[in-house]
T-cell receptor, first 116, second 112 residues
Framework: NAGVTQTPKFQVLKTGQSMTLQCAQDMNHNSMYWYRQDPGMGLRLIYYSASEGTTDKGEVPNGYNVSRLNKREFSLRLESAAPSQTSVYFC???????????????FGAGSRLTVL | KQEVTQIPAALSVPEGENLVLNCSFTDSAIYNLQWFRQDPGKGLTSLLLIQSSQREQTSGRLNASLDKSSGRSTLYIAASQPGDSATYLCAVRAYNFNKFYFGSGTKLNVKP
């Protein structure tokens, strides 16, 4: 199993450009998340999707949009990139808990974005 | 709002030493707690998950404990090795299932 796959791994943008980070999971997970990780700031939630067809804002949603394309895919879009969006972006997914047991939050390898 | 704290922020130990990493949280109403490892430039890898009804979980040289009433979890690493060098993060899952709250991590360096 591939788990959680993120593309691209690296991207350099100029201020004002737009781009979309792609995330796909093959574990039949219901919930998907986008985080950013910055030195000294830890992991911060940008947006999440509790199930197919729903999305909700996290701590730092400004400047981002998301699309839950289907159960497998959850994309993050920067409409007009700013230097403050230079960061490492992580996608994660998890199955909605059931009485049958625990569920592990699974992360992708990350996408390193630099905005000049 | 749930706050998760990990102390110390960094730790350096000689190889072979047993060590304990700490994670504290302010709201004891959690669904579970998960410990992760992150290597430089990589994603987070799950190490152990403890349900709120459990007291501890073990995997190889790793043992994680949970004391919900005091808002604390510890990750015990036995006989540390240089390959254990990484940043270790804990995360609590809220009962509404949708939110995870992460600590900022402990950066561990195991010296040969």
């Amino acid at each position: 199993n591939a788990g959680v796959t993120q593309t691209p791994k690296f991207q350099v943008l100029k201020t004002g450009q737009s781009m979309t980070l792609q995330c796909a999971q093959d574990m039949n997970h219901n919930s998907m998340y986008w985080y950013r990780q910055d030195p000294g700031m830890g992991l911060r939630l940008i947006y999440y999707s509790a199930s197919e067809g729903t999305t909700d804002k996290g701590e730092v949603p400004n400047g981002y949009n998301v699309s839950r394309l289907n159960k497998r895919e959850f994309s993050l879009r920067l409409e007009s990139a700013a230097p403050s969006q230079t960061s490492v972006y992580f996608c994660a997914s998890i199955r909605t808990p059931t009485s049958s047991g625990a569920n592990v939050l699974t992360f992708g390898a990350g996408s390193r974005l630099t905005v000049l | 709002k749930q706050e998760v704290t990990q102390i110390p922020a960094a730790l350096s130990v000689p190889e072979g030493e047993n060590l304990v990493l700490n994670c504290s949280f302010t709201d004891s109403a959690i669904y579970n707690l998960q410990w992760f490892r992150q290597d430089p430039g990589k994603g987070l890898t799950s190490l152990l998950l403890i349900q709120s009804s459990q007291r501890e979980q073990t995997s190889g040289r790793l043992n994680a404990s949970l004391d919900k009433s005091s808002g604390r979890s510890t990750l015990y690493i036995a006989a540390s090795q240089p390959g254990d060098s990484a940043t270790y993060l804990c995360a609590v899952r809220a009962y509404n299932f949708n939110k995870f709250y992460f600590g900022s991590g402990t950066k561990l360096n195991v010296k040969p």
